[in-house]
């Protein structure tokens, strides 16, 4: 019998993306004073993260992308943690050892995070394979990877041999119109990856991803369905990347009127302003989320800075050893 993960509360949804917001901003800041390394953010995708990460059980693995934090957030990782890891700290999820754009987190379930645009979509078919090897296990592989990683030879390679092989992945497509400096419609000739998805086979979806209740809703149908049959699925969230491709950039090579098109339609506003509308929400309520995220925020940043750097002597022996 596979029991389907219960619905989180829409308020959930809410204040887990403004936690991934506010961690997100508090690494640019920090970035920006010169005390830690760059980083590649995902504001503005935070629905799509939140709404996949809630559909999937605690025995599901995830791989992930340069674009990690919101991931490994919606998945319960510690701000603390993961701010310790990019300060390179002793205290983070990989004792300082990963930096901002490759946290791994084994208790997780989070077995990598690629720098390699498709990197994660080359190994999701061994991970889930395992899986199918492993008695008793019906846990599924979720990998997300953008529409950049789309474009590589190894999306098509890796959901081929899913199909094949019948292999339990949800294939999550974070289309956020931008690859690197690049736009999207420079470099595909339609609009909706889920169309090379389909001609592999798969059952493929595409969701306003900007919507996060949209976002859980088809991700706990296809998450369903791959526990039922054994078979991959494919989900595109349709987003935006509403700041540059790595901190610091000045988007200067952005149209305007996109950029603000979307900043329009910001995944935190759009449920926080559904939420007002059912009554559900206020701006009492609303203050009290954000002043909570931010004492959150603050408590890891401290927690982060409190912490030690490795030894010397650590950053070599847990590779030799």
Not at 153 to 174: Q, R, T
Not at 248 to 266: G, I, K, T
Not at 310 to 319: G, I, K, N, Q, S
Request: proline share 5%; with cysteine.
């Amino acid at each position: 019998m596979h029991h389907s993960e219960p619905a989180p509360s829409p308020l959930v949804l809410l204040e887990t993306m403004m936690l991934i917001r506010a961690y997100e901003e508090t690494l640019i800041g920090i970035a920006a004073g010169g005390n830690a390394p760059g980083t590649c953010t995902s504001v503005g995708q935070e629905a799509a993260a939140v709404g996949v990460v809630h559909a999937l059980a605690a025995r599901d693995r995830i791989l992930t992308n340069h674009r990690s934090a919101g991931h490994l957030l919606a998945r319960g990782a510690e701000p603390g943690r993961m701010i310790a890891e990019v300060l390179g700290k002793r205290t983070g999820y990989c004792k300082g050892k990963s930096g901002s754009l490759h946290i791994s987190a084994a208790e997780l379930g989070v077995v990598l995070t690629s720098t390699i645009v498709g990197g994660e979509l080359s190994l999701a078919p061994g991970v889930a394979l395992a899986r199918t090897m492993t008695p008793r296990d019906d846990g599924i592989v979720a990998t997300f990877f953008g529409d950049g990683a789309a474009c590589e030879g190894v999306f098509h390679e890796s959901l081929n041999l899913a199909v094949v092989w019948k292999l339990p992945i949800l294939y999550v497509c974070e289309n956020n119109e931008w690859q690197a400096f690049v736009h999207r419609r420079e470099t595909m000739p339609m609009a909706q990856v889920r169309d090379w998805a389909a001609a592999h086979g798969l059952v493929a979806e595409s969701v306003d991803g900007n919507d996060a209740e949209a976002v859980h809703a088809a991700a706990a149908r296809l998450v369903a369905r791959i526990r039922a049959t054994g078979e991959p699925a494919f989900l595109e969230t349709l987003t935006y990347r509403t700041r540059g491709h790595f901190e610091p950039d000045d988007q200067s090579y952005v149209d305007p009127a996109e950029l603000a098109a979307w900043r329009a339609r910001d995944p935190i506003e759009l449920l926080a302003n559904r939420l007002r509308a059912a009554g559900r929400l206020d701006d009492v309520h609303l203050a009290q989320i954000r002043a909570h995220v931010r004492s959150v925020i603050d408590e890891a940043v401290a927690f982060a800075n409190a912490s030690p750097y490795p030894e010397p002597a650590e950053l070599f022996t847990d590779v030799y050893a």
